[in-house]
């Protein structure tokens, strides 16, 4: 049993209030794919004990109410930690089953409330997260080839879960690199680093983006300039100088020799390298990736959005850790990660690999699991990416994606969607697939591979993680590690009219529980959420705002930020607000259920007449967990007053206006 805080809590229960069946522990989230079930049972079997405080006595043995819950001092800590990692569990459940966005967002809201990588919190990460997913929804439709980093990275991130969970040669490089035993310690180190590593890995596109969006107009409107050989103008970034600084020095010097480090345990001596030359040469290519003062590279024709990314997070840690003074005070793991983050995109792959004269990809048995991991895992990720780009949107890709795992090693499959038919099979992403065989365009045949496969082999060795595969491309691959298969797709539900310009859930959520406590400034605001909840009920109020579009719908409405022929909404009726108090309570109902509540009344009254809260909250037994239809009028009111909040809130902080789906005579 994972959730030994929440074990020990329903004894004490037994011992305080004489109720035997409190805080029960839900199943496991259901997820349609295998690495899905395996990402949830790493959570949930793996990291038992999670942040726990195991050195307060009071606090292991549950006697301190220094907990939040639904405000603060009601629960032991112990036991809020427990509930974060079980939000934790629930809301990458809601994500394998959706794959949407808005829920990718709760992961990492998640990631951030509990490891706090960069600050205290989402507020310290969030803006470039949303800035992420802005530019991807909108910026990046002018661009000719551009698909979702924003969900990517999530996906990322849960296979990543299910390899560490299931791979023991993959586990033991990570253990034996950090000096850590199998076991929970061991679990919570990898979640915490392969999180920000993975999570955080493609920040940084939003530069990338700008550098596309010039050479794709050029591109464009003038078919003489062919991007593919630099005839179009291009976009690089000045006052690099300035943006590398940090109380550590030039971050450009700073990665140099880390990433110099790190590939001398071991890779440079595999290849026949020299530290001293990586070092020197890496510190002029790392000045120079943004710049591009070296045309004869023709570096230029690309940004590398992993360079900001590491630049950003490097800067970003810096700033929130004041108390590290020198390079020697960083922690080991945490400059793996953003090592592994700067070498994902093209600096390994191209651009060391050239400077070094080989060929040779990045094994596990070089000392990086992390930079191995992420090079895989990114590669592996190319399922479910919403496209933006004007030729990618025209594109095929796989539309799901899992993995089966064996003493073997793994196993990755594909599927398409059998609606189109022999434009699967004749697109160039399914043949790829395929161990077939194919030819290189320097005329070279490869027979009985896959070219997916060998592409990947490129980077990092695949036989480290499957024993059967074969490195020499000159000889068949029997290994039969990947499957593409065409299969029915059963359309999503949940799209739904209402949309922002932004993902902004955050503030959105903050406001509403603002409104909610009585609130009025900003500051205000802030505490009632960030220092009065938890983490449990801070995504309650997330999901509300997030579950305001389908609710609309159900009252035929819907928001948006652009200017429609449409009649607004001043105000919603009763019956509307009825209609909506329903949906809300049924939503509620769900959270509730998902997170292990169950009815129950003892707490009613207890106080002078009062509910006992207190109690509410360690029991986790709660009265309004029944039918919609058997609410008091007080209770209906608490689901219907929300929404009507939602009118005034939209406007104030989205920009956005309520429409009735008819048009009034």
Request: proline share 3%; hydrophobic share 35%; aromatic share 12%.
């Amino acid at each position: 049993m994972g959730y030994n805080a929440l074990v020990r809590m329903r004894e004490k229960n037994f011992e305080a209030y004489g109720i035997e069946n409190s805080v029960h522990i839900p199943p496991l989230p259901a997820a349609s794919r295998i690495y899905g079930q395996e990402a949830l049972a790493f959570i949930r079997d793996c990291c038992e004990d999670l942040l726990f405080d195991t050195t307060d006595e009071r606090r292991v043995a549950l006697d301190d109410s220094d907990g939040r819950s639904s405000g603060p001092g009601r629960i032991p800590y112990n036991m809020e930690r427990d509930l974060d990692r079980l939000s934790f569990e629930v809301a990458i459940g809601r994500f394998l089953k959706t794959g949407a966005r808005a829920d990718a967002f709760d992961i990492y809201y998640c990631y951030c409330e509990m490891f706090k990588p960069f600050g205290s919190g989402y507020d310290s990460t969030g803006m470039l997260l949303e800035m992420l997913s802005e530019h991807e929804t909108n910026a990046s439709s002018l661009l000719m080839k551009h698909r979702d980093h924003y969900s990517h990275s999530v996906y990322v991130f849960l296979i990543g879960l299910a390899f560490y969970k299931n791979h023991a040669a993959l586990r033991e490089a990570y253990n034996s690199r950090y000096g850590l035993e199998e076991g929970p310690e061991a679990a919570h180190h990898f979640l915490k680093y392969w999180g920000m590593t993975s999570l955080f890995h493609d920040i940084g596109y939003p530069f990338e983006i700008a550098h596309q969006q010039m050479r794709a107009y050029v591109c464009k409107i003038d078919a003489n300039n062919n991007d593919d050989y630099g005839f179009a103008p291009v976009v690089s970034y000045r006052r690099m100088d300035e943006f590398a600084l940090s109380r550590l020095g030039d971050l450009n010097e700073l990665y140099a020799r880390a990433i110099t480090e790190r590939l001398d345990l071991n890779y440079l001596d595999r290849v026949g390298a020299e530290a001293y030359y990586l070092r020197y040469k890496l510190n002029g290519t790392l000045k120079d990736r943004a710049v591009h003062n070296n045309p004869d590279a023709m570096d230029y024709l690309y940004m590398d959005h992993a360079y900001f990314s590491g630049m950003v997070l490097a800067k970003a840690y810096l700033d929130r850790h004041p108390k590290i003074k020198t390079y020697e005070d960083l922690p080991v793991a945490l400059l793996d990660g953003l090592c592994a983050i700067i070498l994902h995109n093209t600096l390994f792959k191209f651009t060391i690999r050239s400077l070094l004269h080989v060929k040779e990809p990045l094994s596990l048995a070089d000392g990086q699991p992390l930079a191995y991991l992420l090079m895989l895992c990114d590669e592996l990720q190319c399922w479910d990416r919403a496209s933006y780009g004007q030729n990618t949107r025209s594109g095929i890709y796989p539309f799901d994606f899992d993995m089966e795992f064996s003493e073997a090693g793994p196993k990755f499959i594909y599927l398409y969607d059998a609606f189109y038919g022999d434009k699967v099979v004749n697109s160039k992403s399914y043949k790829q697939m395929l161990d077939v065989g194919y030819t290189k365009k320097s005329g070279a045949v490869r027979k009985q591979r896959c070219k997916y496969l060998d592409d990947i082999d490129e980077i990092v060795s695949l036989s480290d993680v499957i024993a059967g595969f074969e490195h020499d491309v000159t000889k068949p691959d029997e290994s039969g590690a990947l499957e593409a298969v065409i299969a029915t797709k059963y359309r999503k539900t949940g799209v739904y009219l209402s949309d922002s310009n932004y993902l902004n859930l955050y503030s959105f959520a903050l406001a509403l529980n603002g409104r909610y406590c009585g609130a009025t400034t900003s500051e205000e605001m802030v505490r009632a959420f960030e220092h009065d909840l938890s983490l449990e009920y801070k995504l309650s109020n997330i999901a509300q705002a997030k579950n305001f579009g389908p609710q609309l719908e159900r009252i035929h409405c819907f928001y948006t930020d652009r200017a429609v022929d449409y009649e607004p909404v001043r105000k919603f009726s009763d019956e509307e607000l009825g209609e909506l108090a329903e949906s809300e309570h049924a939503r509620w109902y769900s959270e509730k259920v998902a997170m292990g509540w169950e009815y129950g009344a003892a707490h009613v009254g207890r106080l002078d007449g009062a509910n006992d809260n207190v109690m509410r909250e360690r029991t986790r037994l709660h009265h309004d967990l029944i039918p919609f239809e058997d609410l008091t009028e007080p209770e209906v009111y608490k689901d219907a007053a929300p929404m009507a909040k939602m009118l005034e809130l939209l406007h104030e902080f989205d920009g956005l206006t309520i429409y009735r789906m008819y048009r009034s005579n």
